[in-house]
């Protein structure tokens, strides 16, 4: 596929306003190219900058998931972390889409299927997702918001316990 990196990836976007942020993670495969794209479309879009971006495989990645008992090493999901709780799968992406700006804050819409059709669908496009999309890469806005550790005040805003950050 054609690796030509995406006009979204290469709007500007507003820098996150401290002490908010981030006010919610996305924790994504780092290394698929349709996850890439899609945290790009996130930051391009969100109506507010609160967005903050670990990678699965990342040390915080795997901390993140043992504190809800999920496995980062089982890279079929992107999960956001929003109010001291992990959503995965359709349940993620309709609430990161609460954040977006109009229109496209009506993806949120999707909620009211049942749950079984839109993981059944979310799960289709993940088993496929490294062919769906070309690699916009991690530059830009995405690096600026890509997380390594968690300070408390980060902590504290997404409802974390203080164990999840770094002395």
Known sequence: MNSAPSTT????????AAPDWPGQLVVFDGDCPLCRRSVHFILAHESHPVTGLVTLQSALGHRLGAHFDEDADDLDSMWLIRGGALYRDSDGLWRTAQSLKTPWSAAAGIRWLPASLRDGVYRWVGRYRKRLATDPGMGGAAASRLLSALNRVQCENLSLPETLADP
């Not at 990836?9 to 996150?16: H, L």
């Open 9 to 16: 990836a290469d709007r500007p976007v507003t820098p996150p």
